[in-house]
């Protein structure tokens, strides 16, 4: 957590979180402030989305590395958390992070990742054409497959509640291991 915690102090220190946000307090994935700016998560003019090796997606779902604050996907969406019912509707659809965040009424899914990659990862987005993004689509594709509206899925342990396991605790699952 000390790790965790320098990590963040340094991130305000550059800019990346406002201090006395969410996110500076001392949780990386609450969904505190600042707004990104849309342009950065949006596909950009002829984007042809490629295959993906859904293999490679699911070893990069885990990856801790691709963040600068020691979470992964699976940090939120372990067991289909973190996830809202609209998840299961085709993309391009509203999610409420992208809405919320940077203000787009629908995403696709790859900007959807990048919106993860952005807000609570904390990096930078991937390359559009990179095989990661592809990788990690094609991942997710398998894993919106699976999903079942209205079914109880774990509590995110990335929220921002009262009871947020990301907070100073000893079995935190949004602390770099």
Same mark, same amino acid.
């Given at each position: 957590?000390?790790?965790?915690?320098i990590v963040l102090?340094l991130s305000a220190?550059i800019?990346n979180f406002?201090?006395?946000s969410?996110?500076?307090a001392?949780?990386p994935?609450?969904?505190?402030?600042?707004e990104?700016d849309?342009?950065?998560?949006t596909r950009?003019?002829?984007y042809?989305?490629?295959a993906?090796d859904a293999k490679l997606?699911e070893?990069?779902w885990? +990856?801790?590395?691709?963040?600068?604050?020691?979470?992964?996907?699976?940090s939120c969406?372990? +067991?289909?958390?973190?996830?809202q019912s609209?998840?299961?509707k085709?993309?391009?659809h509203q999610v409420?992070m992208?809405?919320?965040?940077a203000?787009m009424?629908?995403?696709?899914? +790859?900007?959807?990742?990048?919106?993860c990659?952005?807000?609570?990862?904390?990096?930078?987005p991937l390359?559009? +054409?990179s095989r990661?993004?592809?990788?990690? @689509?094609?991942y997710?594709?398998?894993?919106?497959k699976?999903?079942k509206?209205?079914?109880?899925a774990?509590?995110n342990p990335?929220?921002? @509640?009262?009871?947020?396991?990301c907070?100073?605790?000893?079995?935190?699952?949004?602390?770099?291991k």
């Amino acid at each position: 957590m000390k790790t965790l915690s320098i990590v963040l102090l340094l991130s305000a220190a550059i800019g990346n979180f406002p201090i006395g946000s969410a996110s500076a307090a001392g949780n990386p994935c609450a969904a505190g402030k600042p707004e990104i700016d849309a342009k950065t998560i949006t596909r950009p003019q002829g984007y042809k989305p490629m295959a993906g090796d859904a293999k490679l997606g699911e070893k990069l779902w885990h +990856d801790t590395k691709l963040s600068t604050n020691g979470l992964s996907c699976n940090s939120c969406h372990q +067991d289909h958390g973190a996830f809202q019912s609209s998840f299961a509707k085709p993309y391009p659809h509203q999610v409420a992070m992208a809405r919320d965040k940077a203000g787009m009424k629908r995403v696709h899914l +790859d900007e959807m990742i990048q919106a993860c990659m952005v807000m609570p990862m904390a990096a930078k987005p991937l390359p559009w +054409d990179s095989r990661e993004l592809a990788a990690l @689509k094609a991942y997710t594709l398998g894993v919106q497959k699976t999903f079942k509206p209205g079914a109880k899925a774990p509590a995110n342990p990335c929220s921002a @509640k009262p009871a947020n396991p990301c907070a100073a605790k000893p079995a935190n699952p949004c602390a770099k291991k």
